[in-house]
């Protein structure tokens, strides 16, 4: 009999066939791909787990993978992991299964995790941010401020456009509230994940430092494997959350990573709309909608 190919390369066969990287999730939901590169990656390392078991207790290979088994796997997974990481698992090998038997229908049992999560904050102060920037070189801290500002994930510094170049999404409807109670500004659009594109606000005491980085031509930068054609010269993707996340250890002496920026933003988010008379669950919509994931329930996690 042949011998396996390594879990590794295994993993990597199957979630090719899966990838439709340039196509927006929004217009293709029910394709059985996966859009993101951030979703392939993760699914990518779940397939080579499922292939390493499959190897180690000598029951076959990934492609020859069964129901039966997947759900067995499971539920041994669910001794270790949580249940988000363990639901994310569930939804790969769903996708490689419906592949692999040509069943768009096919289901796996969901299974409880026998972990614990403890949630914890994540948001920084206002305070601990202006620290952290005040330290940076002036390029650099123009991005933290940015991201601070208008609530930005690391990869959407790098595809900020001004509306009069790019509108946006049209499948959604947009708020009238959105960005009440923000200092005088203008906005732009930024396109997150999913393919959507939104609108955010950038105060007017920023305008002037972003626009004096204007490109005279879009200018290609790769982070993360994707690719973005930027019109400012920022520094954004993997590079920023590499140097916040530095710098917060060197001058705070922990980290929550770029992304606790968003916690912040909505945290202060909400207070200022709440303090503008809007009842609590149209501020959660609008907050919602700035940080671009149109899910309140995820908005109340970030409050935390």
Not at 179 to 186: K, M
Not at 187 to 212: C, F, N, Q, S
């Amino acid at each position: 009999m042949a011998r396996a190919p390594l879990p590794a390369r295994q993993a990597e066969k199957a979630i090719k066939p899966l990838l439709a990287l340039n196509t927006a999730r929004h217009t293709h939901r029910d394709d059985g791909k996966v859009h993101s590169i951030g979703t392939a990656r993760l699914y990518q390392q779940v397939f080579r787990q499922a292939a390493e078991w499959l190897t180690e207790t000598g029951t076959g290979r990934l492609r020859d993978l069964t129901p039966a088994q997947a759900e067995h796997y499971l539920t041994l997974r669910a001794v270790d992991i949580g249940q988000k990481q363990l639901n994310n698992e569930r939804k790969a090998l769903e996708l490689h299964l419906r592949a692999t038997h040509r069943d768009t229908e096919l289901t796996l049992a969901r299974v409880k995790s026998a972990v614990t999560t403890t949630l914890v904050a994540r948001a920084y102060t206002r305070e601990q941010i202006d620290l952290i920037q005040s330290q940076q070189s002036p390029h650099l801290s123009l991005s933290t401020r940015l991201a601070a500002a208008a609530g930005l994930r690391a990869e959407e510094l790098l595809t900020l456009r001004r509306t009069d170049e790019r509108g946006p999404s049209a499948h959604r409807v947009w708020g009238e509230q959105r960005f009440t109670g923000l200092p005088p500004g203008a906005r732009y659009t930024v396109h997150g994940k999913g393919g959507l594109v939104r609108e955010v606000w950038i105060p007017a005491t920023l305008v002037g430092e972003l626009e004096a980085r204007r490109l005279p031509s879009p200018q290609p930068v790769t982070s993360r494997g994707v690719h973005y054609d930027c019109v400012y010269q920022l520094i954004g993707g993997k590079r920023f959350s590499n140097a916040f996340s530095r710098d917060a250890l060197t001058h705070l002496g922990w980290s929550e990573g770029a992304h606790g920026m968003r916690h912040t933003y909505a945290q202060q988010r909400m207070h200022d709309l709440q303090r503008h008379g809007i009842r609590y669950p149209d501020a959660l919509g609008i907050v919602s909608q700035e940080l671009g994931h149109f899910r309140p329930d995820i908005t109340e996690v970030y409050l935390r």
